[in-house]
T-cell receptor, first 112, second 116 residues
């Protein structure tokens, strides 16, 4: 009964490759997010979608492209991977308004 | 834009010691406040939240936090820590009037290490 699930859990790839991370939530939430956690554990929001509509797009390189086919899914595609993209990427969801974030288990991306 | 400061980066305590982790935020309007915990190798989980009302909020696992509006603070406390509390703790804030969606800003986290 995983509420927010991400795949894959680990992703090791070489510079220049293109990769995708998938996220699905079964909580019925309206809003989904992608966060990046760096090696110092700092969490920074990347994107947020509400009912398939992009509502937050922080300063993220164009190589990162989120896609939300429906409100239960938010995928992240990364083109031309760079060393600095190595991090843990967390998907999260929430209801509109004041509800807390529910996080997935994270995807540890390592770019070599 | 809002910001969150967590002054303690790494805290080491013995079991049964009391805990207080500092959190200060900066924002011109009203906010919702959260503490999240990240156990080693796991995702973030909500510990407690403050939206309005009693400024002393209680969360899971014996944690509590107090919102002091005049100090823009939301410190996390626990009277007696256990080894299982070893984790990273994140304070977070989101403006109340963010148009129905949340732009949550996290602090840099405090690593708590509890020694048996």
């Amino acid at each position: 009964d995983t509420a927010v699930s991400q795949t894959p859990k680990y992703l090791v790839t070489q510079m220049g490759n293109d990769k995708s991370i998938k996220c699905e939530q079964n909580l019925g939430h309206d809003t989904m997010y992608w966060y990046k956690q760096d090696s110092k554990k700092f969490l920074k929001i990347m994107f947020s979608y509400n009912n398939k509509e992009l509502i937050i797009n922080e300063t993220v390189p164009n190589r990162f492209s989120p896609k939300s086919p429906d409100k239960a899914h938010l995928n992240l595609h990364i083109n031309s991977l760079e060393l600095g993209d190595s991090a843990v990427y967390f998907c999260a969801s929430s209801q509109r308004g004041n509800s807390p974030l529910h996080f997935g288990n994270g995807t540890r991306l390592t770019v070599t | 834009a809002q910001s969150v400061s967590q002054h303690n980066h790494h805290v080491i305590l013995s079991e049964a010691a009391s805990l207080e982790l500092g959190c200060n935020y900066s924002y011109g309007g009203t906010v919702n406040l959260f503490w999240y915990v990240q156990y080693p190798g796991q995702h973030l989980q909500l510990l407690l939240k403050y939206f309005s009302g009693d400024p002393l909020v209680k969360g899971i696992k014996g944690f509590e936090a107090e919102f002091i509006k005049s100090k823009f603070s939301f410190n996390l406390r626990k009277p007696s820590v256990q080894w299982s509390d070893t984790a990273e703790y994140f304070c977070a804030v989101t403006p109340k009037n963010s148009g129905g969606y949340q732009k949550v800003t996290f602090g840099t986290g405090t690593k708590l290490q509890v020694i048996p």
